[in-house]
């Protein structure tokens, strides 16, 4: 008996390996993504539901029992590229051939015919348009699966891709993401120390893409090099839907909030003139930091802002293409400093023209800016980059097992100054040399009088890091 609406079930594979995947860490990326598809679909009257395997720590076995009592017509799942492995198993143990198996997300983006040899169709790009009309086909609304623009499928054994979708020009028309169908009780912030009120802890996009071109960055070919930004009203609206639902930490995860100085003075004068009272932290440029603004977003809430800093080597900053100068980002840490903002500072080690010295380099320099935390990756060419076509042409990538593209692991690329082992080694050098000292230990002692759990989270942590 054909069911009225379609059913869809939404999966967020597991987090790859990293430190934060921890029985003591909660730090566990929200499916934004899946919760704005799960809306445009429910909008268009199919049944979704999202099941985070991720935030509930389910085996396979698990998932696999769960799966066949929803019985869904759809399994959709969000594919990055170190989880193409377990995507690849999870849909091969799929038993209903009439279920139709769907991936999305940055991997199948960039590589759109990588998995169709488990999955029926891919997601290329932005999925909102297409996922309502992939719907419509499923109810024999739309006859023909070619018609639907950014699809990869196979027919007749042979590889079908449909053409790059438009952008989504009006992004304010796209519905609030569905976080009714998350576990919202499964996600925390690791930082900064924020007493949560026995509140949640919510992400949110105020904009979608990013002018800049880092050479190591899959962001110019996934929004097509543009930048399409959501209107302050469209913002507040959902920020006051939130705080209404007993959410009272959020993190905008857009690549540049700090991009346009209007905007950010325009978003934080409304907060301040609503009042809303709710903590909150971003991610900026250091180089377009300005004092007024960052006292200005403080006074609105902001607790925290996070920094690429990527490295202390200009070298290795202009090769990366940052566009950006060492001064510039010590004088924005500076700035940041001196208004009384946490910050938190991403470093990459083992880039293709690093060296000891320019390790020890980033080292001195992570010292003297001072985040008030770090985090270091070590370098990961994810397909299609600028930067992975240029060390496959050249034949320097060791594997392409996607399995291994973690950056909390090993390189998965032959840098021709460093050993693997040696990048290995310094990752974890520089993480003693910044963390292990008296200021830190100082700091960690102050959260511990404020908050011993989370002084004792913060340093398994850090020690998981170096294992």
């Known amino acids: ?19 934060f995947k921890s029985p003591l860490s909660k730090n566990i990326s929200i499916p934004l ?62 038993e209903d051939r009439n279920t139709l198996k769907v991936v999305g ?65 009006d992004i304010n028309s796209i519905p609030f993401p569905a976080r009714e169908l998350l576990p919202a009780e499964k996600y925390s912030f690791e930082f900064p120390i924020v007493n949560m009120q026995g509140k949640y802890f919510a992400e949110m996009i105020l904009s979608r893409g990013c002018p800049f071109k880092c050479k190591f960055c899959c962001s110019p070919r996934n929004w097509m090099g543009k930048i399409r930004f959501r209107n302050i009203e469209n913002i507040i609206s959902e920020i006051e839907s939130l705080l209404q639902n007993n959410y009272f930490f959020i993190h905008f995860i857009d690549d540049v909030f700090n991009l346009i100085d209007n905007r950010v003075i325009e978003l934080c004068e409304i907060i301040l003139k609503k009042r809303l009272n709710f903590k909150w932290s971003c991610i900026i440029r250091a180089d377009l930091v300005k004092k007024n603004i960052l006292k200005l977003m403080k006074k609105a809430g902001c607790v925290q802002v996070q920094v690429g800093i990527e490295s202390g080597e200009q070298k290795i900053l202009d090769i990366m293409g940052k566009n950006v100068k060492l001064e510039e980002i010590r004088k924005g840490f500076s700035l940041i400093k001196s ?69 909390y692991k090993t390189p998965v690329f032959k840098n021709k100054f460093l050993s693997s082992r040696d990048i290995v080694y310094f990752r974890k050098i520089f993480l003693i040399k910044f963390y292990l000292r008296v200021k830190i230990i100082k700091r960690l002692f102050f959260i511990f009088v404020q908050q011993p759990a989370k002084a004792f989270q913060l340093v398994i942590t850090y020690f998981l890091q170096l294992i």
């Open 1 to 19: 008996m054909k069911r009225n609406k379609t059913k869809w079930l939404l999966l967020n594979p597991p987090i790859f390996e990293t430190f």
């Open 33 to 94: 993504g899946l919760a704005y598809l799960a809306s445009v679909l429910k909008k268009n009257d199919a049944l979704v539901k999202i099941f985070d395997i991720s935030a509930m720590s389910m085996k396979t076995k698990s998932v696999m029992d769960f799966i066949k009592s929803e019985n869904p017509d759809v399994i959709g799942i969000y594919c990055s590229t170190p989880n193409v492995g377990y995507v690849r198993a999870l849909f091969r143990n799929v």
């Open 105 to 169: 997300g940055p991997h199948p983006t960039q590589l759109p015919a990588d998995l169709l040899d488990v999955a029926d169709v891919c997601i290329i790009g932005e999925g909102e348009s297409t996922v309502v009309e992939l719907n419509k086909y499923i109810n024999n609304e739309i006859s023909n699966l070619g018609d639907i623009y950014g699809l990869c499928f196979k027919k007749n054994n042979e590889t079908c891709y449909t053409g790059n979708r438009e952008l989504i020009e």
């Open 339 to 407: 208004v009384g903002l946490q910050s938190k500072g991403f470093f990459i080690i083992g880039y293709t023209e690093e060296t000891r010295e320019s390790i020890i380099k980033s080292i001195k320099f992570a010292k003297l800016i001072e985040p008030t935390y770090i985090t270091i990756s070590i370098f990961t060419p994810y397909p299609e980059s600028f930067i992975f076509k240029a060390l496959k042409e050249k034949n320097l990538l060791l594997t392409e097992n996607w399995s291994d593209y973690v950056f």
